[in-house]
């Protein structure tokens, strides 16, 4: 019997809108085609199971689709020698009509981002597993499907296209309708199917509704059950009931990877013309014979200097993935880079000639050993194909022929004459006419690919960001210097005006507009602020070391806690006015503030022994539960875990000895760019970020690996909104002069658009309207001497000076400025902003030459 192998070619496609269609029916099928399945095959099946049920398939000439795990149980990635991949060799180039499709278990659970990147492994796996097919070939494995679990609520798998896979199959838990979802980009996914159970006798096989498709599922996972030929029994009755329906005409049966050429998916396979211009062209853009008859055909293509030497294999372009957004602005286009390797945390090194715009480098690779998609280093992966001399119709139709996305490269230099240019448009012509082929511009293809939403776009505005925040020691002039000593003398006016004699306490705010008045309660917050300021004080040479360690002396005492539940613990808050006078809660966020600057206070005065016995008092062990650190209220204990406070908090409790769980520590394992993807979406399920306690870490305890590229997130996109609209974003939290009086600001990474959120100590609704966000968003005149002193940029300079003309009172520095009207809370000022601005310039003046 002859035997057809069914092995398809088929790649990725473009476009950006999500779902196109949910239906159950398909129009066109002229008989019912019925996609044979078998699951469960992984390191442990039995070879001699398998073999039977394959060959009973293989013997009656029916594709059968294999879902293989390419993983052992330590999900390591099978050898080419194991006796699962050594059989499934064996049937791929025996022409048996098997195709493979790997089993990636969560798929559906993950982001766009993590399926790329999963889905990228996954076939890389696969492919190494089978690496012995295609040395024999001589070809690429083609693997257009993937597996996964069936879930309640399945991500959008538009990304899985990155990697050439553009249907998914959601393996069902019991026998239900086909039901499908297809994409813009060419992603299709299949639910339902009919789960097949060998055991049972054909009647009582289940019988799902009419339908024009249906997925038959075996699970390998059950063929152990019985002896190898009682399984070939079982398995050549089922398949020859399949052969009896399409002799019959009442079953088409086909592989999976024939999906979309069989329906109404209106699938497409893109492809991109990359012109290499001639080394003597008088521009890289310059018109030649070749793109003259492009640009008449009306053909997109991609342009620029043909390279030589090792960079000719592996051509690497930087591409944009978003269209400039104030007018006037031509776009930016595609342009060569170099890449180098990978840093020690996996991100990939390059070199380019131009500013990087927010975009993705693309790697076109001609080897066959490449894996195609998103890998670790963050870098696509795209197949090229290169047309070369000697040009011949026939290799002019190879290189445009096939079902999977390729990028051509041509030479202008191999295009001069009547002959090459009259065979190159008979190919471009056919390819034309083909239905599923689309000619498209590298950046469209791209953006069809890649991971797309609030949080990958604001990854790849920020990669672009990057090089411009490299930091430098920033060489001060007597002139800056001189302004940084005079505006720590104004902040230090509130700490020496307002700092209670006999307690030693400051107030949190301070009203000084007619009827205004001292607000006498402090947070551990506050007072960890007040410590620090009153260190940086000491480092600035605004007050010497006794008058530093009296003041010292004062506080200390107020800060031993008090008892309640068993349990000594920082009180909430304390009385400015009275001594040792506050409430029985514990707020884990302020308490983690008040033992970093503990730390800070250990390490800058001889205060060491006093410190470790204050802090050995405190019951935090109690809690301390799982690694999650928990507030106090009435008694009752609640996780602090969730909250932008805690990774600060878990650092600050590890300097004392405890250990504690961070939501920001999520790099272990990863490389730098699936890490900082990782960390952005643990973030904003949490919350919007400001520049504290972000910013405070750095001053405090040493800016750690996530906060460091949270601070870049957030100054980039400042510095982005500044740049489209000229207005100043310094967002942070802190107290205002009006109801609701505290408002938490900060960047809300999951908005569809860029979105400055805020919020309330109450969480009150009506102060989150738009509104009232607009009228009320202001900058934090603390944040803006943090982003000076941590962050040199001419943008951070430009914060600096504005809160300096703006926000001097008598009293320190007002709170506030509000971005739409430009007033400042003048009136209106407070201990954590005149403190930490007393930080972040000490940390200027003594780090800086």
């Known amino acids: 019997m002859k035997r057809r192998c069914f092995l398809k070619s088929l790649g990725a496609g473009v476009a950006l809108i999500p779902v196109k269609s949910f239906a159950t029916d398909f129009i066109g099928a002229v008989t019912p085609q019925t996609y044979p399945v078998i699951t469960g095959i992984d390191a442990t099946t039995s070879v001699p199971h398998l073999i039977a049920a394959l060959d009973s398939f293989w013997e009656r000439n029916i594709p059968v689709t294999c879902v293989v795990s390419p993983f052992d149980g330590d999900g390591a990635p099978l050898s080419p020698q194991h006796p699962l991949a050594r059989v499934l060799s064996g049937y791929l180039l025996g022409g048996s009509g098997i195709e493979v499709a790997p089993l990636t278990a969560d798929l559906a659970t993950l982001s766009q981002h993590f399926q790329a990147r999963r889905a990228h492994g996954a076939l890389a796996a696969l492919r190494e597993m089978l690496s012995p097919v295609e040395r024999t070939l001589g070809l690429p494995i083609r693997v257009p499907t993937l597996a996964c679990h069936d879930v309640a609520r399945p991500a959008s798998p538009m990304a899985v296209r990155s990697a050439g896979v553009f249907n998914i199959l959601s393996l069902p838990r019991a026998s239900a309708p086909i039901v499908s979802q297809t994409w813009e980009n060419g992603v299709a996914r299949l639910f339902g199917g009919r789960l097949v159970d060998l055991f049972q006798t054909v009647e009582a096989a289940p019988e799902l509704p009419a339908a024009t498709q249906n997925v038959d599922y075996l699970s390998a996972t059950s063929f152990a059950q019985v002896e190898v030929d009682d399984l070939k029994a079982l398995t050549d009755r089922y398949a020859q009931r399949l052969a009896q329906q399409e002799v019959d005409g009442t079953a088409s049966l086909l592989p999976v990877s024939d999906l979309q050429l069989r329906d109404a998916y209106d699938f497409k396979r893109s492809i991109c013309v990359y012109v290499q211009s001639s080394l003597n062209a008088p521009a890289p853009d310059a018109p030649s014979a070749l793109t003259r008859l492009l640009d008449r055909m009306k053909l997109p293509y991609l342009q620029s200097p043909a390279l030589a030497g090792p960079s000719a294999s592996q051509l690497a372009i930087w591409v944009p993935t978003e269209t400039p957004t104030t007018g006037g602005e031509p776009p930016p286009q595609p342009h060569p880079v170099t890449l180098t390797g990978v840093s020690a945390t996996g991100a990939p090194l390059l070199t380019t000639t131009r500013p990087l715009s927010a975009g993705i480098a693309v790697r076109l690779d001609v080897d066959l050993a490449s894996h195609l998609g998103i890998g670790a280093d963050g870098v696509l992966t795209l197949p090229r194909r290169d047309v070369d001399a000697p040009i011949t119709p026939e290799s002019l139709q190879a290189a445009f022929t096939g079902l999977n996305d390729v990028v051509v490269v041509l030479r202008s230099d191999d295009f001069s004459d009547d002959s090459t240019l009259t065979a190159l448009e008979h190919a471009l012509t056919r390819a034309k006419r083909a239905p599923v082929t689309e000619f498209t511009s590298l950046e469209k293809m791209t953006q069809g690919m890649i991971p797309n939403g609030p949080l990958p776009l604001r990854y790849r505005r920020v990669a672009a960001t990057q090089p411009e925040l490299t930091l430098r020691k920033l060489q001060l002039s ?163 875990y969730v909250s932008h406070s805690a990774h600060y908090v878990a650092r600050a409790f590890r300097r004392w000895g405890h250990d504690v769980r961070s939501p920001y520590e999520v790099f272990e394992g990863r490389s730098e760019p699936d890490g900082q993807m990782a960390l952005l979406e643990a973030v904003a399920t949490i919350g919007p970020i400001g520049a504290e306690p972000l910013l405070l870490e750095a001053l405090e305890l040493g800016m750690s690996q996530e906060s460091a590229y949270l601070a870049d997130v957030l100054f980039s996109t400042q510095l982005e909104d500044f740049r489209e609209t000229g207005r100043l974003i310094c967002v942070s939290e802190g107290p205002i002069d009006t109801s609701p009086w505290f408002l938490y600001q900060g960047l809300q990474l999951d908005a569809e658009t860029r979105t400055w959120a805020m919020d309330t100590v109450g969480q009150e609704t009506e102060y989150r309207t738009p509104e009232f966000r607009d009228e009320y968003l202001a900058v934090s005149s603390k944040a803006a001497y943090l982003w000076s002193a941590l962050q040199p940029h001419s943008y951070s300079d430009r914060l600096r000076a504005y809160v300096r003309e703006n926000a001097k009172t008598e009293n320190g520095y007002s709170s506030s400025i509000f971005v739409r009207s430009g007033r400042a809370t003048r009136n209106y000022t407070d201990l954590n902003t005149n403190s930490v601005i007393l930080q972040a310039i000490a940390h200027q003046l003594t780090t800086s030459g």
């Open 478 to 640: 007597e002139e800056r210097r001189a302004e940084l000593l005079e505006d720590a003398q104004v902040a230090w006016r509130y700490l020496e005006r307002f700092t209670h004699p006999e307690t030693g306490l400051c107030p949190s705010t301070v009203d000084s507009s007619p009827g205004g008045r001292l607000h006498e309660a402090v947070t551990m917050w506050d007072v960890g602020s007040h410590i620090n300021g009153l260190v940086a004080a000491k480092q600035i040479g605004l007050i010497d070391k006794q008058r530093f360690e009296t003041a010292i002396r004062k506080i200390l005492p107020n800060i031993a806690g008090r008892v309640s539940d068993d349990r000594r613990l920082p009180q909430g808050w304390i009385r400015t006015d009275r001594t040792r006078w506050g409430n029985r809660n514990f707020d884990a966020s302020d308490a983690g503030r008040l033992l970093a600057s503990l730390d800070n206070l250990r390490r800058h005065s001889d205060f060491g022994d006093q410190l470790l016995k204050l802090v050995a008092s405190y019951d935090l062990d109690q809690v301390i539960i799982d690694g999650e650190v928990h507030s106090v209220t009435d008694g009752k204990l609640h996780s602090a």
